[in-house]
């Protein structure tokens, strides 16, 4: 796999005090990669934004919520498109608590949210190899939060 291009990205992953993760559910549309899969919320920081600036933006387009956050982690990702091209991702992971039922949440982008232990996370279909992201933040989640 050559570099190919890269991109900046931030994702979101909210904690309710029962120590489970809110979760986005993808479209279901032709050509979308990771279609109908679970991920974190968020998306590209556009030109002149910062990442703090980016997830903001992204979590109040999304679901009209502007959490307090913490920058958690940054890496990068090669994720290859369904046009076959690989991009390197620089992703910038947030964590933060809500306290919100999903009847209380409204979602603009997806077509669900959930919440979600870490007795979920086997067989659920997780985008951009974030299970192990997930699963990470659970086994450290009380020095983490």
């Given at each position: 796999?050559?570099?190919g291009r890269r991109i900046r990205c931030v994702g979101a992953i909210l904690v309710n005090p029962h120590g489970q993760i809110l979760l986005q559910q993808r479209d279901d549309k032709p050509g979308l990669l990771y279609a109908n899969h679970w991920t974190t919320f968020g998306g590209s920081i556009e030109d002149g934004e910062t990442p703090d600036e980016a997830i903001q933006r992204e979590l109040?387009?999304?679901i009209e919520l502007a959490p307090q956050l913490r920058l958690w982690k940054v890496f990068d990702n090669p994720v290859q498109r369904v046009t076959?091209?690989?991009v390197t991702v620089e992703q910038y992971?947030?964590?933060?608590?809500?306290?919100?039922?999903?009847t209380e949440i409204t979602v603009n982008e997806g077509q669900a949210v959930g919440y979600f232990g870490v007795e979920d996370l086997e067989g659920l279909p997780i985008a951009f190899g974030f299970d192990t992201l997930f699963r990470e933040l659970f086994a450290h989640k009380e020095e983490l939060l």
């Open positions: 796999m050559s570099e109040l387009e999304e076959g091209e690989w992971i947030y964590i933060g608590l809500i306290d919100r039922l999903m």
